[in-house]
């Protein structure tokens, strides 16, 4: 991945100090690392979820993850 394709996201110090002692001695190399495939993981999960909704209800969840910007 390009650094042009990446994009900051904040998030609190105090998660960020947690997120990094608990993968230190693990084989993730950073906490940006971890973040984004944890993101990944829960969007997928998201997607799998979409299937099994009702048009009504899969749009709702779409406009939620706009307002988040996790979708364009």
Do not use: F, H
């Amino acid at each position: 991945m390009d650094k042009e394709d990446l994009k900051d996201v904040s998030i609190p110090a105090s998660l960020y100090e947690k997120i990094k002692e608990m993968i230190k001695g693990t084989e993730m190399e950073s906490v940006s690392k971890y973040v984004t495939k944890i993101i990944k993981e829960s969007l997928e999960k998201e997607e799998g979820t979409l299937e099994s909704l009702s048009k009504e209800d899969e749009e709702k969840v779409k406009e939620r993850l706009k307002a988040l910007g996790y979708l364009d």
